[in-house]
C-alpha cells in the first residue's frame, strides 16, 4: 500500500494488534514488487522471500507472476480495503493463494450514506432547503412537496451486492416497500432480505428513490439510459454511490435540467464533473465527492476487520470473509 494509505488505516492501536498476531516488521512498507529496493540481497528483497501474508490496501501493485516468484512462502492476501480485482491476477490464483478483503467493512459507510440520502429524498429535503433559502421564509409545504414523507413509500435497489443488501437491511426499520433488481438473485434471497423482487424496467417505474449498487461491468455500462431514466416517474431520486458509468451522464442531465429528476450522485462520469455541468447549480441535484466509502476515523474498522481475519489464519480456523476468484467477474 502507499506510505499515505498506512498512516491513515493503520493507528498505534492497530500496528500492536498486527505485532501480536504475526511476525511483522512495522517500518517496512512495500509499494511496490520491483525496483532497486527490492533487489536481490536488499532487506526488502529478503522480506518477500520469507513473507507468508501480504497485509495490502489501496495501491497494491499486481501480484503477476515475477511478483509472486519473489515469494515462494506467500500463501494468502489480507486486503484491508475492498475490491481485490486489481491486484489478484489468474496467476495468483493459479498459485493457490486464500484471499481476503475488508469490503463488507467498507460497505457500511456507503449504506449509511445512501439510507440517509433516501430518506432526506422523500422528505424533499433538497427542494425544501432550495425554497426556503430563495424565499428567506417558510413555504407552502403542501404545494410544493405534495406526498411529503417516507410512510409508504416505495425504494429500489439496483443491484443486490454486498453494499445493496446492506441498505435493505438497513431500511428494514422504516415503513418502506423495498423492490430488488439483481440478475443473481433469487426470489427466496430477496424475500429472505426483505426485498421483492422485480425486472428493472418495473423497479424504475414503481420507485419513488432508485438507488444504484451494481458492479461495473462491460455490461453494466449506462444500465441506466436515456430509455430507463425516462421510465421513471417525475419528482422519482436517483442516488448514486456505486460508479458513474452505470448512468449515461447526457441522458441524466437532460432530465435533471427539466427538473423531472432529482438526483444524490457521490460518483459520476466523468469524475469530477466539468466544471461547466449544470448539475453544480440545480436545486433538485446533491453532488457529492465520492465521500459515502471509508475515510477518517472509518478507516480504522477496514483495519480491524482486517486483523480480526488474520487472526483467524494464525490460529488455524481460516477466512471469515474469504474471497472466490469465481465471483470476482461480477463484483465492484
Not at 492476501?77 to 481485490?84: D, R
Not at 448539475?279 to 453532488?287: E, G
Not at 477496514?302 to 474469504?322: N, P, Q, T, V
Given at each position: 500500500m502507499s506510505a499515505e494509505t498506512r498512516d491513515a488505516l493503520l493507528d498505534a492501536a492497530a500496528l500492536d494488534r498486527l505485532s501480536r498476531v504475526c511476525d511483522v516488521d512495522a517500518a517496512l512498507l512495500l509499494t511496490g514488487f520491483d525496483g532497486p529496493d527490492s533487489a536481490p540481497g536488499t532487506p526488502l528483497a529478503t522480506a518477500l522471500r520469507d513473507t507468508e501474508v501480504l497485509f495490502t490496501g489501496w495501491g497494491c501493485p499486481p501480484l503477476d507472476e515475477e511478483a509472486l516468484a519473489r515469494m515462494p512462502r506467500l500463501r494468502a492476501?489480507?486486503?484491508?480495503?475492498?475490491?481485490?480485482k486489481n491486484h489478484m491476477t489468474a496467476a495468483a490464483w493459479a498459485r493457490g493463494l486464500t484471499a481476503t478483503s475488508a469490503t463488507a467493512a467498507n460497505a457500511l459507510p456507503v449504506a449509511e450514506f445512501t439510507v440517509a440520502a433516501v430518506l432526506f429524498a422523500n422528505k424533499g429535503v433538497l427542494l425544501g432547503a432550495h425554497a426556503l433559502r430563495t424565499a428567506r421564509a417558510r413555504p407552502d409545504l403542501a404545494t410544493l412537496l405534495p406526498?411529503?414523507?417516507n410512510y409508504r413509500r416505495t425504494v429500489g435497489i439496483v443491484g443486490a451486492s454486498t453494499i445493496g443488501r446492506r441498505v435493505i437491511e438497513l431500511l428494514r426499520p422504516y415503513d418502506l416497500r423495498v423492490l430488488v433488481n439483481d440478475p443473481y438473485l433469487s426470489?427466496?434471497?430477496?424475500?429472505?432480505?426483505?426485498?421483492?423482487?422485480?425486472?428493472?424496467?418495473?423497479?424504475?417505474?414503481?420507485?419513488?428513490?432508485?438507488?444504484?449498487?451494481a458492479p461495473e461491468l462491460p455490461e453494466t455500462r449506462h444500465l441506466l439510459d436515456e430509455r430507463r431514466l425516462a421510465l421513471m416517474r417525475d419528482g422519482t431520486t436517483l442516488v448514486n454511490t456505486a460508479r458513474g458509468s452505470l448512468v449515461d451522464t447526457g441522458a441524466l442531465t437532460r432530465e435533471l435540467v427539466a427538473g423531472r429528476l432529482n438526483a444524490v450522485l457521490d460518483?459520476?462520469?466523468?469524475?469530477p464533473l466539468p466544471a461547466d455541468s449544470p448539475?453544480?447549480?440545480?436545486?433538485?441535484?446533491?453532488?457529492t465527492p465520492h465521500l459515502a466509502g471509508s475515510l477518517g476515523g472509518e478507516l480504522?474498522?477496514?483495519?480491524?476487520?482486517?486483523?480480526?481475519?488474520?487472526?483467524?489464519?494464525?490460529?488455524?480456523?481460516?477466512?471469515?470473509?474469504?474471497?472466490?476468484?469465481?465471483?470476482?467477474?461480477?463484483?465492484?
Open positions: 492476501v489480507v486486503h484491508a480495503a475492498g475490491s481485490l406526498g411529503i414523507g426470489a427466496a434471497d430477496a424475500d429472505a432480505l426483505g426485498a421483492t423482487p422485480a425486472d428493472l424496467d418495473q423497479l424504475l417505474r414503481e420507485s419513488d428513490v432508485v438507488s444504484v449498487h460518483v459520476t462520469d466523468p469524475e448539475l453544480y447549480d440545480l436545486p433538485n441535484v446533491l453532488l480504522a474498522r477496514l483495519a480491524d476487520f482486517a486483523i480480526d481475519e488474520l487472526e483467524r489464519y494464525a490460529d488455524g480456523s481460516g477466512f471469515a470473509h474469504a474471497v472466490r476468484p469465481t465471483a470476482l467477474h461480477r463484483s465492484a
